[in-house]
């Protein structure tokens, strides 16, 4: 189970992994398994601890007054699952996080996290490769938001993620892209015709 990690480190490290580095994540990184819509976190709740997710598909999402959900993020295989606001702040999480499918994942805390970035020179590249990606998603989310019509959107996100569409139900999908499940089917539309 820890190989695809240490695939995912040194995919994105300047420098392979030693053996004994190899040791310190695989004690860090424990085997965790959620069945579908078991939580990883709640709302309310410090998040403590940081997933790599090696089989499955997770979603964090928010829940308004009203009891609708505005999905935040999707994750699939070789994605990082956490709530780092909560995390970083010790401040009670936003989201809930669960499981859209049964999910096999490495749970480490997030202050063995820490050390390993500290450890391992390796870890902290590919930790801070990480972060740079999500800092740059999250702008063009935004910007997308904002700016773009639901088709263009639509159309970006089927560019970015094209497994998602076959891995989420189309709620998920139209709440993730800001948009209702009617316009999302009428984009859908729209799209296959072209």
Known sequence: MHKSLLSYVNR???????????????AAFQP?????K???????DVCKYVGFI???AMRQ???????IEHMVTLYVEDWWVSDRESAVIHTPSRYNIDAWEDTELLVATVADMLDLIGKIPSFGQMTRLMDQRSFIASQRRLN???????????EEFADNHPEFLQRFPQHLIASYLGITKDTLSRVRKQALRK
């Open 12 to 26: 994105h490290a300047t420098s392979p992994l030693t053996g004994e580095e190899e040791a310190l994540i695989i």
């Open 32 to 36: 965790k398994k959620l069945r579908k």
């Open 38 to 44: 078991q939580y990883f976190l709640q709302e309310g």
């Open 54 to 56: 090696v089989k499955g």
């Open 61 to 67: 999402y928010s829940v308004d007054d009203k009891g």
């Open 144 to 154: 997308s938001t904002i700016s773009n019509t639901a088709e263009k959107r639509y």
